[in-house]
C-alpha cells in the first residue's frame, strides 16, 4: 500500500477541548453546521457524502470526519475549541490517566508543538500544575502559542533540556505522572497533517545509516526514560514514539525494564488492562523478553488502524498492585 492511499484511509481527527466546552456541545456545533452524527460503525472515509461525523470507538472527546473537511476557516479551530490531533496521539495521554485535582503534579517532558501537553491539561481538569518542558527554543515558541490558544491555565512551560532537570529539585517531588514522547525517526507517519515533524524520514538512507540512525534514538530514548524513573514520586511513566521501528519501540521498552534505574526504583510494565484493552494491536511478542509483556504494549499500524503508525508503552511502579501478576 503507498503511503497515499494509507494516509486517505485516516479520517480527519478532531480532538474537542473539553476545557472550552462539552462533546455534547461540540455535536450540536456541528450538527447545526449541516453535519450528521453517524454510528462509529457505520462511519466510512470512503462514503461519498462529506458531512457525516462520528465520535471515536476508543479515545474520549474524540470526532471522526471525512478527511477532506478543512478546518482551517472554523472558528472552533481558531479559538482552540477543538484540537487537530490524529488518533494514535492521543493515546498516550489516555495511558498515562493524569489525575484531575488541584495537588496533581504532572510532568510532559518532551511537549512541543504541544497536542498532548493541552490534552493532558484537558485531563486534569485544568487542575494543579503540569510541567512541559521543550529543549528546541523555536519549538518552544509554537508550544507556548498552542498552549494559549488552548486555554491551558494549569501549564507551566520551560524552554529546558529535560536530562538537565534535576529529578531531586523540590519542585518535583510530587511529580506522580510523566509523558515521556521524545524525537524519534517518525517512521509510523504517512498523514504529516497533525505531526510537526523535527526531521526528514529515511526514505534516500541506506539500510547501515538507518541501522545507525536508529540506535543512536534509541539511545536517547533509553535516557529519556531512565532519567524521567528517578524522580522520586513518579507512579507511572508513559512513553511513546510515531515510529513503527522495533528498535525505538520494544527494544527501548526491553531495556528500560531491565535498567538499574528501574530496578532500583521498582518499575515495571502497567498490566494490559491498564492500557487501553479495547484496543486489539499490542506489542511484538517476540521482541520482547518475558512472556506476557508485548500485551501490555500498544502498537498502531498505518493502512490498518486508521491512524498513523504508533507504539505506547507503560511503566508503572510494581509496588502498586496494578503490577502484580507480571
Ligand atoms: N508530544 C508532542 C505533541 O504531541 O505535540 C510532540 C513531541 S515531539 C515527538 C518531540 C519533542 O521533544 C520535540 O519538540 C523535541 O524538540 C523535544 N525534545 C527532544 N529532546 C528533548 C529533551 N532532551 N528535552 C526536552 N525536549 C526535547
Redesign the pocket.
Known amino acids: 500500500q503507498s503511503g497515499d492511499s494509507r494516509a486517505a484511509s485516516i479520517p480527519r481527527y478532531v480532538r474537542v477541548n473539553t476545557t472550552l466546552w462539552s462533546v455534547d456541545e461540540a455535536i450540536r456545533h456541528f450538527g447545526a453546521k449541516g453535519f450528521t452524527l453517524k454510528d462509529a460503525d457505520s462511519f466510512e472515509v470512503s462514503s461519498k457524502s462529506h458531512k457525516d461525523f462520528a465520535k471515536d470507538k476508543h479515545i474520549p472527546a474524540l470526532l471522526l470526519f471525512h478527511p477532506h473537511v478543512s478546518f482551517q476557516d472554523e472558528e472552533a479551530y481558531k479559538i482552540g475549541k477543538v484540537i487537530l490531533q490524529d488518533k494514535a496521539?492521543c493515546f498516550p495521554a489516555v495511558v498515562l490517566n493524569p489525575p484531575a485535582s488541584k495537588n496533581a503534579v504532572v510532568i510532559?517532558?518532551?511537549?512541543?508543538?504541544?497536542?498532548?501537553?493541552s490534552h493532558l491539561s484537558a485531563l486534569m481538569g485544568n487542575l494543579g500544575v503540569l510541567f512541559a518542558?521543550?529543549?528546541?527554543r523555536r519549538?518552544f515558541s509554537t508550544l507556548q502559542k498552542m498552549l494559549s490558544k488552548a486555554k491551558c491555565k494549569n501549564v507551566e512551560s520551560v524552554n529546558?533540556?529535560?536530562?538537565t532537570v534535576d529529578p531531586t529539585d523540590p519542585k518535583y517531588s510530587r511529580v506522580s505522572h510523566i509523558l515521556l514522547?521524545?524525537?524519534?525517526s517518525g517512521s509510523g507517519i504517512v498523514n504529516r497533517l497533525d505531526y510537526?515533524v523535527?526531521s526528514e524520514q529515511e526514505a534516500d538512507s541506506s539500510v547501515q545509516e538507518l541501522e545507525e540512525r536508529l540506535n543512536k534514538l534509541a539511545g536517547f530514548q533509553l535516557m529519556?526514560i531512565k532519567h524521567a524513573m528517578k524522580f522520586p514520586s513518579v507512579q507511572r511513566i508513559v512513553y511513546s514514539t510515531?515510529s513503527i521501528h522495533t528498535i525505538e519501540d520494544e527494544h527501548v521498552v526491553r531495556a528500560a525494564l531491565e535498567s538499574s534505574e528501574a530496578r532500583t526504583a521498582n518499575f515495571v510494565l502497567a498490566l494490559p488492562s491498564e492500557v487501553l484493552p479495547e484496543w486489539k494491536r499490542r506489542g511484538l511478542e517476540g521482541e520482547m523478553n518475558e512472556p506476557g509483556h508485548a500485551a501490555s504494549l500498544i502498537r498502531c499500524l498505518p493502512g490498518e488502524d486508521a491512524t498513523n503508525g504508533f507504539f505506547v508503552s507503560c511503566f508503572v511502579r510494581g509496588s502498586s498492585s496494578s503490577s502484580k501478576g507480571l
Open positions: 496521539s510532559d517532558a518532551t511537549a512541543a508543538p504541544g497536542n498532548k501537553t518542558f521543550e529543549r528546541d519549538r529546558v533540556d529535560f536530562l514522547d521524545p524525537s524519534c510537526l523535527e529519556m510515531c
